[in-house]
């Protein structure tokens, strides 16, 4: 890598970790950095992945006082977490990326409406009795979510945070930054299972991840003081209008 590069390939590991930290979609900086720096899509994908760790580790230590009260919460979720991101590590290096991929957008789109219309569904989840009844209470149905979520992240991972605050938000109510922070923690649990399983199996391009991390962890520490500045109401228009925006890249880029 030539000077140009390694300033790139950090400036951009550092937007995608704030992102991330904000809402999710980091990748769809990160990504097309690795691509544009000459790595082929598989490795640019596993080495992506490695790269964003720890900006999910700094936006959870950034957001440790509203993890405080949630380590039932977190330990619940956290074997779904693990085994999900388990089953996605192994599906992305033993198979065609091409059919999930499509399957993408239109994952986030849907996470970016339910973030949408939160209120209405959380009530309607509430009334059929598929919502948590309170406290560390976690229903059957956030397993699922967080399990499929996690599948998703590990294989692909671009607007995993979307995907991931909507199911909390709507089956685990609670304030917005609390359920951000969760969505942090589980994101970095799911991150760093696919790490361990790249990192023995994986065509990790290790250069490039090393320049990554560090703008990756400072992104990260320093978008959770962006997400707290916006507020509930432009909080939630933020996940929104990135889900929408990463979404579009995908389906046009």
Known sequence: MDATQIVGLAAAAFAAGAVN???????NISFPALLAAGYDAKTANV???VALWPGYFG????YRRELGHQGGRFVYLLLPSIAGAAVGSVLLLGTSAETFESLVPFLILLGSGVMLFQTRLTKMAAERDIASRGGDHIPLALIAVVFV?????AYFGAGLGVIL????????????????????LLSMVINAVAVVYFA???PVAWGAALVMAGGALAGGFLGVGVARRLGETWLRRAVVVLGVVVAGILLFA
């Open 200 to 202: 023995l199996f994986g």
């Open 21 to 27: 930290a904000v809402a999710g979609g980091g990748s």
């Open 165 to 184: 605050l909507a199911g909390l938000m709507v089956l685990l109510p609670d304030d917005i930054q609390h359920s951000n922070a969760l969505k942090g």
């Open 47 to 49: 080495t992506n992945t």
């Open 59 to 62: 936006g959870s230590v950034a």
């Open 149 to 153: 979520a996690a599948v998703y992240g």
